[in-house]
């Protein structure tokens, strides 16, 4: 789908700057979205998130629950936009503020 992403952090994610994360292998790293309300009509619902990593093999496919978590809108309205954060080692870093 078409949204518009932008990666400089909002009230809730992050506006840390991107940095190399090593990942040894079966450990986690973490990202966070956070798409705006939209205020007009839904035009699609997404069914599978797919993130690809810069300089990794693949794609890691995640499949999204039967009600909608994000649904699609065309620009101009404010749901067409999604806040992304840069892939972190914890979950807290994801967030503005810590997790409690």
Same mark, same amino acid.
């Given at each position: 789908?078409?949204? !518009?992403? $932008? $990666? !400089?952090?909002?009230?809730? @994610? +992050?506006?840390?700057?991107?940095? !190399?994360?090593?990942v040894p292998i079966n450990h986690r790293a973490y990202f966070a979205l956070n798409?705006?309300? $939209?205020v007009g009509r839904a035009? *699609? @619902?997404?069914?599978?998130? =797919? =993130? +690809? =990593?810069p300089h990794? *093999?693949?794609e890691l496919t995640l499949k999204l629950a039967r009600y909608p @978590?994000?649904?699609y809108c065309a620009a101009p309205d404010p749901g067409h936009t999604i806040d992304l954060t840069p892939i972190e080692q914890t979950p807290d870093a994801v967030f503005s503020a810590p997790l409690d």
């Open positions: 789908m078409g949204f !518009r992403y $932008r $990666r !400089r952090g909002d009230q809730e @994610l +992050t506006g840390a700057a991107p940095a !190399r994360v090593v798409k705006n309300a $939209r035009k *699609r @619902l997404a069914a599978k998130l =797919v =993130v +690809t =990593v990794a *093999r693949g @978590l994000l649904d």
